[in-house]
């Protein structure tokens, strides 16, 4: 029912640009940029109508994803090519390829835009690519296998997961200096910080829960479980939920932040990857890895308002819709 | 758990044959899938009968010498295959639901030179046809044997894939001459 009255507001606003704005320039979007694995390819979706907007080729085995929070762009990190892909986020073409290190996976952007964040998971760093120039300026020693990276809203701040070291490097973005590692669960894998940058949560491949980190006192504060091999973590922008992505039992934990408890488990696609909540803080998009398609979720009703097939091995790591969380 | 986490861990360290630490599983490499179905001309409940039974395998796939299992169809249920080469897989059931027709394993143990994947996960769905006959998947999630970079030929994806092919197409093809051959 809800999911009828979503799509009907979707709708009138949809309705509502097409009256205001000649067709040439329809509004639309924000896109959400769908790495799809096996398929070597992005799928952006049109998040305002949702459909699929374009299916652009890219490197090989595509799977990280980051768009800094004006949409300018998207970045696609290609493990077996080892190399980057530079998208236009209006022409929606690959305006560049970048070769980095020996195995980039995870992918972060300053909110700035003016630096890009690539993790190797061979070589144990992150380097600090200048957005412009496309070069590395930087390359700041983290932990072993280096899986998720994401920056704090006031960009001050970036988080890594090292998945071999169990633990989250905190790195300073003015020096590109690391200020603290922090212990988590075993192989921590995907994280997410909130709007507000007090807390970090990192999903636990091997222990099979999330970390709690509050980021003032730079320790873990709780850990909660979920269900088997959790892989991606998305938080409402109020900061009050966190959905972490269950990929054995194709499920979506729903943790509530406060009481740091899980209140619902949601069926969705087979491993389910990538997580985020849309800026709109009214949705949540997942993708689903074996099934090819992204799960549309109410963040509030927790219904599935929508499928979208997408390509094959859809993974979508990262921050895959500008201003996403 | 632990045990088997350190044995995979030993694995591959031992086939690399480095000092590098090497990743205990997952992500370095991409995973892979791999999806094989077949028509059979017989009714659901028949084909279930025999690729339903989780601690069956040896009654319908002829690469299978033996199995021993423990846990019936539960959650957690475990089965040893035994293959007809003298290979050994080490299988936990993930879920099973009968009405459905559909359960998930993966593999616990099992040596690359038996079957060359890491992280190997698998589902199977029986689906009936309008005729009257199943349709049944089998589909995998797995990783290729070498988990670092750069992998010898025989652990590459290629290889992984071609081999849970292999396994899937012997099984359904006598699954379906067994359910087809008792009408």
Redesign the interface.
């Known amino acids: 029912m809800s999911a009828r009255g979503t799509f009907g507001a979707g709708w009138l606003f949809l309705a509502a640009a097409l009256a205001a704005v000649p067709a040439a320039s329809q509004k639309s979007g924000p896109y959400a940029y769908i790495t799809n694995?096996?398929a070597d390819t992005v799928s952006v979706i049109d998040t305002a109508s949702g459909e699929v907007a374009a299916t652009i080729p890219v490197g090989k085995?595509p799977?990280g994803v980051a768009v800094p929070p004006d949409g300018s762009r998207a970045y696609i990190t290609n493990?077996?090519s080892r190399d980057i892909h530079v998208i236009d986020g209006k022409t929606l073409k690959v305006t560049a390829t970048v070769t980095v290190g020996?195995?980039p996976?995870a992918i972060a952007v300053h909110p700035s835009g003016k630096w890009v964040y690539v993790a190797d998971?061979?070589q144990d760093v992150v380097r600090v690519l200048d957005a412009q120039s496309l070069t590395v300026s930087a390359t700041v020693a983290v932990g072993?296998?280096p899986?998720g990276l994401v920056v704090n809203g006031k960009g001050t701040r970036l988080y890594v997961t090292n998945?071999?070291s169990h633990s989250v490097s905190v790195v300073e973005t003015a020096g590109n200096e690391v200020i603290a590692t922090i212990p988590t669960g075993e192989?921590p894998?995907g994280l997410m910080v909130d709007a507000g940058d007090t807390r970090v949560y990192t999903a636990n491949?091997?222990s099979n829960d999330v970390t709690v980190i509050d980021t003032q006192a730079l320790a873990a504060i709780a850990t909660v479980a979920v269900e088997?091999r959790p892989y991606g973590v998305a938080v409402t922008p109020d900061g009050g939920r966190v959905f972490v992505t269950n990929q054995?039992?194709n499920t979506v934990s729903v943790i509530d932040a406060g009481a740091l408890e899980v209140t619902a488990t949601l069926e969705v696609g087979?491993?389910p990857e990538g997580i985020l909540v849309h800026p709109d803080g009214k949705r949540v998009y997942v993708a689903c890895?074996?099934d090819n398609q992204v799960r549309v979720i109410d963040a509030r009703t927790l219904e599935t308002l929508d499928t979208i097939p997408t390509g094959d091995?859809s993974r979508a790591f990262g921050v895959f819709i500008p201003g996403g969380s | 758990m632990i045990k088997t986490l350190f044995s995979t861990i030993g694995a591959a360290v031992l086939l690399a044959g480095l000092a590098l630490p090497m990743p205990a599983s997952a992500h370095g490499p991409s995973r892979v899938k791999q999806t094989e179905t077949i028509i059979i001309a017989a009714p659901p409940e028949k084909v279930w009968e025999l690729i339903g039974d989780f601690g069956g395998i040896h009654r319908w796939h002829p690469n299978v010498e033996k199995t021993e299992s423990t846990g019936g169809n539960a959650p957690k249920a475990t089965r040893t295959v035994t293959l007809k080469n003298g290979g050994v897989i080490h299988e936990l059931l993930k879920k099973y639901d009968a009405e459905a027709m559909t359960y998930q394993y993966r593999i616990t143990e099992v040596d690359v030179k038996v079957l060359p994947v890491k992280n190997y996960s698998s589902k199977v769905v029986l689906t009936p046809t309008d005729d009257g006959g199943t349709e049944v998947m089998w589909q995998g999630a797995f990783y290729r044997g070498f988990m670092g970079n750069d992998p010898p030929p025989e652990l590459n994806e290629e290889a992984a894939q071609s081999a849970v092919s292999q396994v899937y197409t012997a099984g359904l093809e006598n699954l379906k001459k067994l359910a087809e051959g008792g009408n």
């Open positions: 694995q096996s085995r799977a493990p077996e020996q195995g996976l998971w061979y072993k296998s899986s998945r071999d192989r894998f491949v091997k088997e054995y039992d087979d491993y890895w074996f091995g």
